[in-house]
């Protein structure tokens, strides 16, 4: 500090030096996406090897910018998973887009704290009004729209919205009977649901033994029955447990199953329990008018999610949650403390997110959302979604013409999921006899599959992901990256192609 | 979408575009910090005047970003409660710095969603080193870091890093004693502890009946007695119940009251409870060797977390939280689906985050602290925070020094806890006979000081936010706005004193 005065901060928001920094940030990034192609898209590093290169601690002067991007490019650029590449077809893309980066931009720049109104109105009531434009885009019935007597709210993620309306769902019910009938409440989901809502259970305090994972088959793609659903819940009821909670999924991780949310909704009215729609995925596919039949019977659910974040360029992280019954989420997850207590609060003419999710803070994600929607508007966000889905049913028709390969599920959206077919293994392997429905086949043919994608994914080339349903690994094709177009597609399968020769000739 | 091919999708990453809109970005955000002096602090609109100017839905055709950063200047900026002005005293500050910015930018365009390690390498391993660097700075115990055993996580609040241990906290005990016994655990804090500890106590499943906020009192500056704690304690196992957990302060909300850690730990070890220190606050200033002592005996804590992005400059949202066990936090926190299965995580050899979270998906958070670790390095940073330090120091001699005003509670670290002293409002009404210490006149001491507050509030020429502590309303004058400088905290404390000459006039 030398000469200066003890009260002499440094400026480091200074405008002059953030104008030539962040202009600079701005063509490093745009030089990211215009190589990002060279790079492999699964980051090819070893555990632990940037602790190798990074110092031990944090440095005592100041290093300049260009020495930071310098490592930047040298260290971290190749530790990892290109997400943005057009040749990421892994788990469900997190698409950016010119309109969400500039609304992060900004969001950052005036980095305020909404969690109240008066904290920042502004923040509060765009999300407000993005999350009725959203509703209505989704065409979602009027008892989810603030318009209409309910509301939502932008989370980080579906695993906050499932845990909130779990919450809501639970205190309900414990309000009524007691905290202490905890280890009564059962929640139901199928064994294609989200691992969120195991995790959102746990946390809840909900009894391990009350979680029902109701079983789904290929045959029925996938999707919880509704039948079996009451058969549990009847059978739960008789042990003198209490039905509290239905997850019900649009387009599943493992293959974009479908439940069918009207015929469970006419189930679970019967016990008066809350239903929550995770659209997380396919929600975005629904603001499609051809696609919006996959939500049908969401009027009889209380709370329905998507993200935003996976195809709707809103950048990580944008959690969209809309409920019926508002009050009940508050009265979950309010808190009054004296140092938040303000008029606007005390008049009930606003709306303090704080009360709406887990954390007090938050991040004014409204305003990408909105940017997005204004700059690209409903008709162009529609043919972007349509082309994904166009490219994946190319891609499906390409896996499906091929009797090397078989579609393990049907495709709804822009995910296809499939296989080396038990049949091309079993012609490879013609020297003995080949049953695939035997135990040691079955576990054969997933070997081989597995292979396959270890071999695709370590060429770099492109990066897809697996799942294993009903015994069966299957690779997934997740299409809907921002830059993919349908030379990625083509180049994709062709990649495939060629590994599965390689594959099928090793090992016959 | 003409004559093009279905499979054609308009590119909305195309790198020129992002060129030239992200650039315009940066001037339009540049712009609005050389203007944020010219607008209200607090923002002066009424709740709803936003769906007054906004239209009802979305553009079904894309607008052009000018129009929308017209409509941001227009109608956004005068919602804004403006947390990056220099006169923005409200809260704790969250402060922006050009590192963080460029920290948030490139976090942003990678868009990466580091889940787990093979999800995005550098994610994971830059996360697991600055989270070491960071407590190398804080002379954390070594048991708390990587390098020692223990391990740390970038969360995005306090909120989530307390909920997260006290899962922790109810699992370890739970698996012993079984689930059934949940309403027997007890957690304790003091009055002054973060309502975020209440909140996650009820999302946990603690009984509301087992949740202890122990009295504290303004004669012992408002900390945790290990005394009333011990004996606490000792009357709900009387009681049969369970001791869990204790949620430790150093620097509270109300008035950054430090409760003493060592002697609390000596009262929990006896009973084998967890100690969580919630340092959100004051643990940036804890990185100054003279603050240090604050967080004196946090070894016997079980977990310590703070935020960087309070006072060390990475922008909302950047919460560090270590622990000892990580192994025991990780085994209430993960889930282990087949879609997220790979040999990375079956080697045991790398950290998976999803693990040591709520949420599945996160942001690349670590990118912002390392860029601000290094682009200031910890000797500006430490000056930085003696600064605002100093200035909060120079704002307490003025208020102490001013006989129409008292400090309420001590100050520690950049926040003043002060109100017109009950003197002062006596002499203005010296036509009555007045006794500060009478139930009326004690409410009308509170009455008169908001009052003032809420004149400087209206102003817009700064903003402060309030507390209550011992019945007493309190104006908080936190300080360490990134751009506030002495110039600002003297002409706030002029702003003050004219209010206060008004008011003590107008209630004579």
Not at 185 to 212: E, M, P, W
């Amino acid at each position: 500090m030398g000469s200066q005065s003890i009260y002499t901060k440094e400026n480091l928001l200074d405008s002059n030096e953030f104008r030539k920094k962040a202009h600079m940030m701005v063509d490093f990034i745009a030089d990211y996406y215009e190589n990002i192609e060279k790079y492999p898209v699964l980051s090819q590093v070893a555990p632990g090897y940037l602790k190798n290169v990074l110092p031990k601690s944090a440095p005592y002067c100041p290093e300049p910018i260009e020495s930071i991007l310098k490592d930047v490019q040298e260290h971290i650029v190749p530790g990892l998973t290109h997400w943005q590449s057009p040749n990421f077809f892994a788990y469900f893309p997190a698409n950016s887009s010119i309109a969400g980066f500039l609304g992060e931009m900004l969001a950052t720049g005036f980095n305020v704290v909404g969690f109240n109104w008066v904290s920042s109105p502004a923040a509060s009531e765009l999300e407000s009004i993005v999350i009725d434009w959203l509703g209505q885009m989704l065409v979602l019935p009027k008892s989810f729209l603030f318009s209409g007597g309910g509301g939502g709210v932008i989370h980080g993620s579906s695993c906050e919205a499932i845990l909130c309306t779990l919450l809501t769902a639970r205190d309900l019910v414990l309000n009524t009977i007691g905290s202490d009938s905890i280890g009564k409440l059962v929640v139901y989901c199928s064994d294609q649901t989200h691992s969120a809502f195991q995790k959102a259970s746990q946390i809840a305090g909900i009894h391990s033994r009350n979680f029902r994972a109701i079983k789904t088959t290929r045959s029925t793609s996938f999707a919880l029955s509704p039948h079996l659903l009451r058969s549990t819940i009847c059978s739960d009821i008789e042990d003198g447990l209490i039905p509290l909670y239905l997850c019900a999924t649009v387009g599943t991780t493992s293959t974009a199953a479908v439940d069918p949310l009207g015929s469970l909704c006419n189930v679970t009215k019967d016990y008066g329990m809350w239903v929550h729609v995770d659209a997380a995925y396919a929600g975005s596919a629904c603001i499609c008018p051809e696609f919006h039949h996959f939500i049908d019977g969401v009027e009889g659910a209380n709370s329905f999610s998507f993200n935003p974040h996976k195809l709707l360029f809103t950048m990580l992280d944008c959690c969209c949650l809309w409920v019926k019954d508002s009050n009940a989420l508050i009265k979950s997850l309010s808190t009054s403390p004296e140092y938040l207590r303000n008029k606007a609060t005390d008049s009930k003419q606003v709306v303090d997110y704080k009360d709406w999710q887990i954390s007090l803070s938050r991040r004014f994600r409204a305003m990408k959302l909105w940017i997005v929607l204004r700059s690209y508007g409903v008709e162009k966000l529609r043919n972007v979604l349509r082309s994904n889905v166009a490219l994946a049913k190319l891609f499906e028709e390409l896996v499906a013409t091929d009797n090397k390969f078989e579609i393990v599920a049907p495709r709804k959206f822009s995910l296809v999921c499939f296989r080396i077919s038990p049949s091309a293994i079993s012609k490879a392997k013609s020297s003995i006899i080949f049953n695939s429905k035997s135990e040691t086949n079955k576990s054969y043919i997933n070997e081989i599959n597995n292979k396959l994608l270890e071999s695709i994914n370590s060429s770099g080339g492109l990066y897809m992901t697996p799942t294993v349903v009903e015994g069966v690994f299957v690779l997934r094709c997740a299409i809907g990256a921002t830059l993919t177009q349908e030379a990625h597609v083509r180049m994709a399968w062709n990649v495939i192609k060629k590994h599965a020769d390689v594959i099928l000739n090793m090992h016959v």
